[in-house]
Each structure stands twice: as C-alpha cells, then as structure tokens.
C-alpha cells in the first residue's frame, strides 16, 4: 500500500510543481494565472458559451463572469450573442488573446523540453502510457468516460 501512495503522492508533487511553474512564468509574463485557462481553452476551441467555459475550468459562473469582464477590459477577449440563440454569449480571443495563448504555448514548449532533456523517447512513450492508464482508472471512479 505504501508503494501506491508514493505513486499518487508523486503524480500530486509533479502536478503542483508543473502548475506553480506555469503560474510564475505566466505571471512574469504579465499573465494573471486566472486568465491562462481560459485563453487556453477559447485558443482550442474558440466561441465557447461562459457555461462551456466555467464548467470546463471548474470556476463557478461568477468567478468565469469577473474573470471574462476583466479579460474583455484589456482586450483579450471579445464576448458576443450567439447568433441562433440570444440568450447565450459566446467568448472569443481577440488577437491580443492570441498573443497570449503563444506566449503560453511557449512556457509549455520550454517544460516539455526539459522533460525530453532528462527521459529518452522511449522512457517518454512509456510515461505517456502509464498516465492515461491511471487517467482512465481515475475517471472510471467518477464514472466518466
């Protein structure tokens, strides 16, 4: 058993040490660690309702609701009605955003390059795999899919 809790104890270091780095880069960057996860989100999938938004970042609507006003405010996202349905707002970057989702790409460029330096591919496929083992066991708890 204390093998299993010193995987998992691992996995949860690497995950805090992966996002604190993240924030602190990000915030060098003049990126508040609020504003990362939704530009990351629109830059994959652009024009996703507040709803889509919030749920998909785990923030309830009001924290998505401040978050995206202030983000509109300095330009990095435009929110529109939805064409079909006037009750839905759409949440798009504007280039500006974009800017920002590059700068960002590029802090993980930087991770996954120390991560190549340290792991032959091989060592990399094999951690790949063993991650989306236990993704999906750990979503199987939840009864996701």
């Known amino acids: 058993m204390e093998k299993e809790r010193l995987i998992l104890r691992n996995i949860s270091k690497t995950s805090k040490i992966f996002h604190e780095y993240v924030r602190g880069e990000c ?15 629109l830059a994959r ?9 919030s749920q998909k970042l785990m923030l309830s609507k009001p924290t998505i609701t401040i978050t995206l006003q202030k983000m509109e405010q300095l330009g990095y996202i435009e929110r529109l009605q939805d064409e079909q349905d006037a009750r839905i707002t759409r949440v798009y970057l504007t280039n500006s955003g974009k800017e920002l989702d590059n700068k960002i790409i590029n802090i993980f460029k930087k991770i996954e390059e120390k991560v190549s330096s340290v792991l032959s591919e091989e060592k990399q496929n094999e951690l790949f795999e063993m991650l989306n083992t236990i993704n999906n066991e750990l979503k199987s708890l939840k009864g996701e899919k």
């Open 27 to 41: 915030e060098k960057l003049g990126i508040p660690a609020s504003f990362h996860g939704v530009i990351m989100n």
């Open 45 to 53: 999938c652009n024009g996703q309702s507040q709803l889509e938004l």
